[in-house]
């Protein structure tokens, strides 16, 4: 978090059988304050740098749009599980 951020991912998709498709992304990116935090703020303070991560999953269409599951994990410990239908 911060006010100032960039970003930047590559995913890429295998078909395994039908429309099912292996995905995996990686990506990188950085947030930073702009102006000096103060030091009581230690949550905003922490929050910036960069960060490096990858996550691995799951694609299908359905009749109701795209189904995802997968999972990922983050340079700075964060992890994250991921379930979306839909555009």
């Not at 970003?7 to 930073?32: D, I, M, P, T």
């Not at 949550?43 to 740098?49: Q, V």
């Not at 799951?58 to 994990?73: L, R």
């Amino acid at each position: 978090r911060g006010d100032r951020a960039d970003f930047g991912s590559v995913a890429v998709l295998k078909r395994l059988f039908g429309s099912v498709y292996a995905r995996c992304e990686v990506g990188g990116g950085q947030s930073s304050f702009a102006a000096a935090v103060p030091l009581a703020d230690t949550t905003a303070r922490g929050a910036s740098g960069w960060v490096k991560g990858v996550e691995g999953g799951f694609a299908t269409d359905t009749p109701v749009g795209q189904f995802y599951i997968g999972v990922g994990a983050a340079s700075n410990g964060r992890q994250v599980f991921k379930l979306r239908l839909g555009k």
